[in-house]
């Protein structure tokens, strides 16, 4: 569910191979951190939309985040097995939840 675009916070997929940028979008459909590529990263990173999917990804026992607060990097080992697969979008999908709670 998390990676077919019915997630309302996924404003854009890019990328090739076993590499993807996963993109974030408010209710708007703009970037929930509109100085997104140009942020200092200071004051409360909490809330940053990369912070709120790695909190809840590491929670479940998957790494997956970014470094600009809308965008997350989707970049699996070459030796993942499909169940890794499913734990990996069960937790972004849980993640995306949390994201779309706060800001949509």
């Known amino acids: 569910d998390a990676l077919t675009?019915?997630?309302t916070s996924i404003g854009r997929i890019s990328g090739r191979g076993l590499y993807y940028a996963v993109d974030l979008v408010g209710a708007d459909g703009a970037p929930i951190?509109?100085?997104?590529?140009?942020?200092r990263f200071t004051g409360d990173l909490s809330k940053h939309p990369n912070s709120i999917v790695g909190r809840e990804c590491a929670a479940r026992g998957v790494f997956l985040s970014g470094f600009v607060p809308n965008t997350i990097k989707v970049a699996p080992?070459?030796?993942?097995?499909?169940?890794?697969?499913?734990?990996?979008?069960?937790?972004?999908?849980?993640?995306l939840q949390v994201v779309e709670r706060e800001y949509h």
Not at 33 to 39: V, Y
Not at 77 to 95: R, V
């Open 33 to 39: 951190i509109a100085e997104d590529r140009t942020t």
């Open 5 to 7: 675009g019915t997630r």
């Open 77 to 95: 080992p070459f030796t993942i097995t499909e169940a890794e697969i499913d734990t990996g979008i069960e937790a972004f999908d849980a993640a």
